[in-house]
């Protein structure tokens, strides 16, 4: 089983950054899919970021997070981060992390993802 607990949401004022963790325990995530979604207020869940490969040089971006987002792994802490910066109010969302023991070509789909963490709160004032 794998359980999956992020961390550094929070809130911040529009044009700022924040690091989003996801730390993993119970497995090696090594060759797992990583991903990040996140649900705004009145909103479904939606896709932010992929990391496909075990080196996480494989990535996609949902266009709205495209050249402000970047997702990234540690291996070796079984880690995942989600870099965020030029925050927009739009981007007021819970995130949740994810992951997938294999890779089924629909990264994008939550559905896709065996394990969640509990999401954490992500705040854009304007």
């Known amino acids: 089983q794998v359980q999956l607990v992020e961390s550094g949401g929070g809130l911040v004022q529009a044009g700022g950054s924040l690091r989003l963790s996801c730390a993993a325990s119970?497995?090696?995530?090594?060759?797992?899919?990583m991903a990040w979604f996140r649900q705004g207020p009145g909103k479904e869940r939606e896709f932010v970021a992929a990391?496909?490969?075990?080196?996480?040089?494989?990535?996609y971006y949902a266009d709205s997070g495209k050249g402000r987002f970047t997702i990234s792994r540690d291996n070796a802490k079984n880690t995942v981060y989600l870099q965020m910066n030029n925050l927009k109010p739009e981007d007021t969302a819970v995130y949740y992390c994810?992951?997938?023991?294999?890779?089924?070509?629909?990264?994008?789909?939550?559905?896709?993802?065996?394990?969640w963490g509990q999401g954490t709160q992500v705040t854009v004032s304007a």
């Open positions: 994810a992951a997938s023991p294999k890779y089924s070509g629909r990264y994008y789909d939550a559905g896709s993802y065996a394990y």
């Open positions: 990391a496909i490969s075990w080196s996480g040089s494989i990535t």
């Open positions: 119970g497995r090696t995530l090594s060759y797992y899919t």
